[in-house]
């Protein structure tokens, strides 16, 4: 009987090393950015060679600043290769794997993972004044969109919208963007990224003088 018990445990441990967090098992690799009740945003940076050991991630979107080659082993030990393109994104339903970096870049990319049990059902916008869209991904709790922001784009105080957003910088940026009363953030460094709830009053202008590129992941 003792011996039926401890092969139960030992069972067992597969399973609990694969619910475990990606941050509190490689919290060198993975550093929280933004936490809030909407989203968690990560900051993945794995050198070539480098491994995560086995973990579970929900819905989430990822949003790739360099090139590089990623192998994910599945639960059921199967693998996957994947070719992350620069500057692209991709979306990911819940999933438990381990993964290494098989290239000879860094993996250099922003993990937006989406908290709500069910996606939401806000309209996402199909255009917006001032800025050049290009869709990136799209999946049932989110679109990513590589927007140009024209130098003359600005949102007036008080402006809103009925969707979270998280924006991601993709280079040297001067954008002033004040949310909720708060100090107005104006210096953006590449992958720098900022939460914009639904609802919440915000302003932003674009200050640079010239076209400026950003990610924006609108949440329904």
Partial sequence: MKTLKVALVLAALP?????????????????????????????????????????????????SLQDSKAQFTLADNKTQDSVIGKETAVYTPATTHASANVGTTPVDAILIEFKAKEPGTATLPSARPGIQSNVLAEGPRAVAIKATAAPDFAEAPGTTHEYDQVVISLGANDMSLAIDGKPAVTKWLRGTAQFIGRGVKHESKNVSGRPIEFVIVAIR
Avoid: E, F
């Avoid at 933004?34 to 979107?61: C, E, F, Q, Y």
């Fill in 15 to 63: 399973l609990v090393a694969a619910a475990q967090d990606v941050v509190k098992v490689d919290a060198a690799k993975y550093k929280v950015l933004i936490d809030n009740p909407s989203v968690r945003v990560l900051r993945v940076a794995v050198s070539p060679g480098a491994k995560t050991p086995m973990h579970s991630h929900p819905d989430a979107m990822l949003v």
